[in-house]
């Protein structure tokens, strides 16, 4: 079964650290790219980053540009988010998605929480 | 920067009306790569059409994308009490990978 799941999200004051994980299951995970994208509460979906299928382009949202860090381990099926110096507005559910050039992004985990409080 | 424009915010209708939701690009959206996702509180969301008009793997026919440009729709040609959902339209060409600000269908 293809799938994604995410973890490691939590509460976490402000100027902290905390580290997402993705893994993945029942696809190639070398061949496709992993993306995050986060929902904060009440608000619409937004892209946060993105890493090539071989790790080796990365991309981000402004805002997190900086701040947060995508990487994958092709060997462990994985991608972690490490995002430092956390801001309440980075408080939301985040998702990671697979991208499938041919059919965009057909795959999606149910989401981690993160809340960003003092 | 290309922002998408979804409209309208929110749409009241019956199951078995039709529902058309619209996209609005500011700039023209290369090679069509504009897809419709549906998503319910609680549960991840979910592709409906890539390409601005091919339905994904295991979508009812009732859902059809159209459009091209700058301009593109989601039509659900007969609703069913499980289509009221938020629906977002999204530009995938590349970074970055903007959504629209959602239609949220409901039960009128």
């Known amino acids: 079964q293809v799938r994604l799941v995410e973890s490691g999200g939590g509460v976490v004051q402000p100027g902290r650290s905390l580290r997402l994980s993705c893994e993945a299951s029942?696809?190639?995970?070398?061949?496709?790219?992993i993306h995050w994208f986060r929902q904060a509460p009440g608000k619409g979906l937004e892209w946060v980053a993105v890493v090539f299928y071989d790790g080796r382009k990365k991309y981000y949202l402004d805002s997190v540009e900086g701040r947060f860090t995508i990487s994958r381990d092709n060997s462990k099926n994985m991608v972690s988010l490490q995002m430092n110096s956390l801001r309440a507005e980075d408080t939301a559910l985040y998702y990671c998605a697979r991208f499938n050039s041919l059919s965009a992004f057909d795959i999606w985990g149910q989401g981690t929480m993160v809340i960003v409080s003092a | 920067e290309i922002v998408l424009t979804q409209s309208p915010g929110t749409l009241s209708l019956s199951p078995g009306e039709r529902a058309t939701l619209s996209c609005r690009a500011t700039q023209s959206i290369s090679s069509n790569y504009l897809a419709w996702y549906q998503h319910k509180p609680g549960q991840a969301p979910r592709l409906l059409v890539y390409?601005?008009?091919s339905r994904a793997a295991g979508i009812p026919d009732r859902f059809s994308g159209s459009g091209s440009g700058t301009d593109f729709t989601l039509t659900i040609s007969r609703l069913e009490p499980e289509d009221f959902a938020v629906y977002y339209c999204q530009r995938y060409g590349g970074a970055p990978f903007t959504f629209g600000q959602g239609t949220k269908l409901e039960i009128k």
């Open positions: 390409g601005a008009s």
């Open positions: 029942g696809f190639t995970f070398s061949s496709y790219g």
